[in-house]
């Protein structure tokens, strides 16, 4: 009669200790975020959700994995997207983007590509994350023109 406590005591003492969740994976946005981003990504698997404050503003961070590429999305607490920022392969990006940052950085490699898509006015621009290069990040338009750094 006295193993049963003992083996229950054992079980309870030498269990392995629980894994704490990110404080980012508990974040839950809200329904309207919720049903804007099954509207129009439909395929996003959604890794993490923070809730962030920008110039005042409450957004909600939403980092997924959609079409085999990362998809990070930015939205309003009423569910209004804000900006998209996809994963892109170097086919994916403009000649024109990928010859201007190599003609600055000869001697740089690329790393990761970047589509970042502000929702309201349509804007569209390219980051590359550089090595070898005094920079670690360049921010380039469609059309290869320089918005970051600047000369």
């Known amino acids: 009669?006295?193993?049963?406590?003992?083996?229950l005591f054992m079980s309870m003492t030498f269990s392995a200790p629980a894994q704490s969740v990110p404080a980012a994976a508990k974040t839950k946005a809200p329904a309207a975020v919720e049903a804007s981003l099954k509207r129009q990504f439909p395929a996003a698997e959604v890794k993490t959700v923070s809730k962030e404050k920008e110039n005042g503003q409450t957004t909600y961070e939403i980092e997924t994995i959609n079409a085999g590429h990362g998809l990070d999305l930015v939205f309003l607490p009423?569910?209004?997207?804000?900006?998209?920022?996809?994963?892109?392969?170097?086919?994916?990006?403009?000649?024109?983007?990928?010859?201007?940052?190599?003609?600055?950085?000869?001697?740089?490699?690329?790393?990761?590509?970047?589509?970042?898509?502000?929702?309201?006015?349509?804007?569209?621009?390219?980051?590359?994350?550089?090595?070898?290069?005094?920079?670690?990040?360049?921010?380039?338009?469609?059309?290869?023109?320089?918005?970051?750094?600047?000369?």
Not at 92 to 102: I, R, T, W
């Open 78 to 151: 009423n569910g209004t997207l804000v900006e998209s920022e996809e994963e892109l392969t170097q086919d994916q990006v403009p000649g024109v983007v990928e010859k201007a940052v190599l003609a600055r950085y000869a001697k740089a490699t690329v790393g990761k590509r970047e589509k970042l898509t502000i929702a309201k006015s349509g804007e569209v621009r390219y980051e590359l994350a550089l090595k070898g290069a005094p920079v670690k990040e360049v921010a380039l338009s469609p059309t290869g023109a320089w918005i970051s750094p600047k000369r």
């Open 1 to 7: 009669m006295t193993a049963i406590p003992v083996l």
